[in-house]
């Protein structure tokens, strides 16, 4: 899947910032990137969202912050491809601003230096949780439905402010992470990744995906991670846990179902990669999800 330049407020009246309400069957699969930082929260949906070389699958009520240049995508679950009487619908509220141009608007009213060091840390992208998320998501509904250019200036400043002050988030890149994708990369990351977030579930072989983009086992290895900083085994096993967190937040989902169902063939090697991911075994990482009052 390979991250295109979008352009979101060139053009437009309002240069600043701008809201986007999407109430679709699903979310654009276009593996994006763009000048402006972006604030997400999804009012309906569930999927795999990839930020940066953050893999981690999400569902309603889930607000992160892109910072600008980061490539990004929400990819909905299978069933959401699927047309029928009771399909599920993707929802959500998003807001577009331009780092720079806030910054230079802000300088007139006084020192801008904490709100610089914020959008600079925004590069690392953050997932908002606890009454931070609580506060923000009603301001950004509040946003989307407002017009006078001076409420919806003054909303714009609560939710920067809210953001800049709280300790309630979770970055979501490494620190070391680079936009490593280029324009003279062709679709053939499009063509892997669909294949890596439709089969995670099942066995994926190396050999299967180099062939879908006619590549040798070798040169796909090293293109796939020139593009994504992980090796392809590190990054399905990353969706995989990723949907190991969502299954675990379901308190009534059994813990020895967990390695297969997510895809691994081994339970040992399973519990391995999960502790490294995660830092807490599955049964740890269920119990703090489910006793936090801040999720």
């Known amino acids: 899947m390979r991250p295109v330049p979008a352009k ?9 910032f701008d809201t986007k309400v999407v109430n679709s069957p699903y979310f654009s699969t276009l593996f994006h990137f763009h000048e402006e930082c972006q604030i997400n929260y999804v009012v ?31 990819h909905n679950s299978e069933e ?5 009487e009771n399909s599920s619908v993707a929802k959500s509220i998003t807001l577009f601003f331009h780092p720079e141009k806030v910054l230079k608007i802000l300088s007139q009213f006084g020192n801008t230096k904490k709100m610089a060091n914020f959008f600079q840390l925004s590069k690392r992208c953050m997932r908002f949780r606890g009454k931070t998320k609580s506060k923000v998501k009603i301001l950004l509904i509040q946003l989307a439905e407002e017009e006078n250019v001076l409420l919806r200036l003054s909303l714009l400043c609560k939710i920067l402010h809210i953001l800049n002050e709280t300790q309630e988030y979770d970055l979501l890149t490494g620190a070391g992470y680079t936009n490593s994708y280029h324009l003279k990369d062709n679709d ?7 294949y890596i977030f439709s089969n995670y579930t099942k ?12 590549m040798n086992k070798q040169s796909f ?17 990353e969706v995989r846990i990723g949907h190991a967190c969502k299954l675990l937040t379901d308190i009534d989902y059994r813990v ?20 490294k ?18 999720l």
């Open 221 to 237: 290895c090293r293109y796939f991670k020139s593009r994504t900083q992980k090796t392809f085994v590190e990054f399905v096993n």
């Open 203 to 214: 066995e994926i072989e190396l050999k299967l995906v180099a062939d879908m983009i006619h």
């Open 80 to 84: 959401y491809f699927v047309a029928t």
């Open 44 to 74: 309906e949906s569930e999927g795999t969202r990839m930020i940066g070389d953050s893999i981690e699958s999400f569902s309603h009520d889930d607000l992160t912050l892109v910072g600008s240049n980061i490539p990004h995508v929400w």
């Open 256 to 275: 020895c179902n967990l390695a297969y169902d997510c895809g691994f063939n081994s339970l040992s090697n399973f519990n391995k990669f999960f502790k």
């Open 8 to 16: 979101i407020l060139d053009g437009k009246e309002n240069e600043v």
């Open 277 to 294: 991911s995660k830092g807490l075994t599955p049964r740890e990482y269920r119990s703090k999800f489910t006793s936090s009052p801040f």
């Open 188 to 194: 053939r990351m499009d063509v892997i990744l669909k």
